[in-house]
């Protein structure tokens, strides 16, 4: 089993920044990746970034590229999205993930585990 939980969401300015945090707890689960992803209402859910844990080798959605970044830090068991550059159009709730990514780095069939979300409101 894995226990996923995220924080570090907020209300900003349009410009400003935030950091999530998702803190993983595995029991007996082998899980190689661990991503972000968001949901807009009304939109599809969308991958934003991911990370395999033991490279550090990271991916990124085209919209997010250069203003957000993935890191984790395995001591703590924990992953990090910093997100910078804030936009209106990343109103979302975002939820971190883990599994193993086979191909592609958003493929939902590969994350099992799912943490509750976290919401992150952005103002103009």
């Known amino acids: 089993q894995v226990q996923l939980v995220e924080s570090g969401g907020g209300s900003v300015q349009a410009g400003g920044s935030l950091r999530l945090s998702c803190a993983v707890f595995?029991?007996?689960?082998?899980?190689?990746?661990v991503a972000w992803f968001r949901q807009a209402p009304g939109k599809a859910r969308e991958g934003v970034a991911a990370?395999?844990?033991?490279?550090?080798?990271?991916g990124y959605a085209d919209s997010v590229k250069g203003r957000f970044t993935i890191s984790r830090d395995n001591a703590k068991n924990t992953v990090y999205l910093q997100m910078n550059g804030l936009k209106p159009e990343d109103t979302a709730m975002y939820y971190c993930?883990?599994?193993?990514?086979?191909?592609?780095?958003?493929?939902?069939?590969?994350?099992?585990?799912w943490g509750q979300g976290t919401q992150v409101t952005v103002s103009s």
């Open positions: 993930a883990a599994g193993i990514a086979y191909g592609s780095w958003f493929g939902d069939n590969d994350y099992t585990y």
């Open positions: 990370i395999n844990i033991g490279t550090g080798r990271t």
């Open positions: 595995s029991s007996g689960y082998t899980y190689r990746h």
